[in-house]
Structures are given as C-alpha cells and as structure tokens.
Antibody, heavy 123, light 107 residues
Framework: QVQLQESGPGLVKPSETLSLTCTVS??????????WSWIRQPPGKGLEWIGYIYYTGSPNYNPSLKSRITISIDTSRNQFSLNLRSVTAADTAVYYC???????????????WGQGTLVTASS | DIQMTQSPSSLSASVGDRVTITCRASQSISSRLSWYQQKPGKAPHLLIY???SLQSGVPSRFSGSGSGTDFALTINSLQPEDFATYYC?????????FGGGTKLEIK
C-alpha cells in the first residue's frame, strides 16, 4: 500500500519561504505512470491544485502561484518537495501531497494522499 | 482556467435516501473528471475517476455519470458514513481545478 507523508514547519513568517517534503513509501516516485502533486486547502475552504512534478524532474505549476513556487523530486530518497516563497497570510492552509495516476485516455486522478499538514503564515 | 461549478453547495438527507450531486465544467472536459469525498480533518478520498469508473474498494452505492460539461455523482441508499463533503475535479488541462464542494448533512 502506497503511503505519503508530509513534513516541514507548521509556522512560517510572512515574506519567508514555506518548505515541505513528501516522503513516499510502498511505491517508487521513479515511475512514468504518475505525477507527484501538491494541493492545498485554506481553513474552511475548498481545494486548490498547486502543481506536480514528473519523475524526470519536469514540473507543472498553477499559474496563480508559478512565480513563487518550486517543486522538485529526489528519486534517491523517494521524496518530492515544495518551496513557496514570499508567503502571506493567504498561504495559510493544509498542504497535501498526493500521487496522481495517469490513465490511458490522458486524464489523471489523485489516488493516494498524505494526511496533510497545516502551515500557518504568521509573525 | 476551467471553472467547475458544483450544486448544491449543501444538502440535507436521511439514511437510506438517494442523492445526486452535479458538477458543471465551463468547457468540455470529455470524461476527465473525478470525485472525492472528504471528512473533517481528513484528506480527500477518491471515489470515481474518468467520470464513471469506481475506484477499487469504494462501495457500489456510489456511481458517476456524464461527459462533456455535465456530470453527476449519485449515492444510493445513504449510509451514516457517507455524510461528508464531496468535490469534483477536472484533469482535462492544467491548472487542475476543483469544484467548490457539496456538504452532505444528516437531516
């Protein structure tokens, strides 16, 4: 059974960088069958896709965040990471990592998720 | 970006009821739609992918339908554990986008 686990600070000061890592167990990030995604959810609100990375290291970012984010992958450690720069209170959210399964007709879906980690942007 | 509009935003129903939640895309997304269930304090859980394919392990009382711009999630014979928030999500193009959610509450 694939498991994902987010790790990183729960509190980030405004204007600083949010850094999270997702560790994958029970499966390999070094596979062409999946994207490795980050999704966030502000308290009491809906879900927002942040972006994903492919095992080759090729990323795809949400344009609304593109100027501030970097997603990277470390296949040797079976991890992928998110950096979000210049955070504000609006970036306060539960951040989830997820495996995005690609299917034959070109679509995808998130079949395994981490438990989520609350990151608060506050001084 | 493709906008996903769910309705209703909230719904009250009783155990044993049949309920339908709809999701409309701002442009055609073929069948590239998935449905998720989320309970408070938990990560979303995949129910349906490719509009109508049931994820392994999901009870058969859940079903999905639709293509193009209009989709539906139907739950037959509601069980107590089904009261949660439901989200649709399109994967036709990036940025991937989610509907605003439908909160299903006990009547």
């Amino acid at each position: 059974q694939v498991q994902l686990q987010e790790s990183g600070p729960g509190l980030v000061k405004p204007s600083e960088t949010l850094s999270l890592t997702c560790t994958v167990s029970g499966g390999s990030v070094n596979s062409g069958a999946y994207y490795w995604s980050w999704i966030r959810q502000p308290p009491g609100k809906g879900l927002e896709w942040i972006g994903y990375i492919y095992y080759t290291g090729s990323p795809n970012y949400n344009p609304s965040l593109k100027s501030r984010i970097t997603i990277s992958i470390d296949t040797s450690r079976n991890q992928f990471s998110l950096n979000l720069r210049s955070v504000t209170a609006a970036d306060t959210a539960v951040y989830y990592c997820a495996r995005e399964q690609i299917y034959s007709s070109g679509g995808s879906y998130h079949d395994f998720w981490g438990q989520g980690t609350l990151v608060t942007a506050s001084s | 970006d493709i906008q996903m509009t769910q309705s209703p935003s909230s719904l009250s129903a009783s155990v044993g009821d049949r309920v339908t939640i709809t999701c409309r895309a701002s442009q055609s997304i073929s069948s590239r739609l998935s449905w998720y269930q989320q309970k408070p304090g938990k990560a979303p859980h995949l129910l349906i992918y490719a509009a109508s394919s049931l994820q392994s392990g999901v009870p058969s009382r859940f079903s999905g339908s639709g293509s193009g711009t209009d989709f539906a999630l139907t739950i037959n014979s509601l069980q107590p554990e089904d009261f949660a928030t439901y989200y649709c999500q399109q994967s036709y193009t990036t940025p991937l986008t989610f509907g605003g959610g439908t909160k299903l509450e006990i009547k």
